[in-house]
């Protein structure tokens, strides 16, 4: 996942739980524009500790993982470098 699928993500475990934004940001005291923004990947201004509580309220984790390393040229002409 990247950070622009962080959103849309997020906007389907808002959903699939039955909340509406206006819900979620009642809780969170967010403005609904920040939300919808958020959820449409047309912002990714927000801090972390609001990520985190979004997060929280859907029952949600954020992971990291090790970017898995790009093939080489060889590799994608199916060469072994010979």
Known sequence: M??????PTVARARKARGLKQADLCRQLRLSRVTLSAFENSRSLSMSLSTLQRILELLDLELELKERRALPTLDELAGNDGL
């Not at 990247?2 to 959103?7: A, I, P, V, Y």
């Open 2 to 7: 990247n950070l622009l699928d962080l959103g």
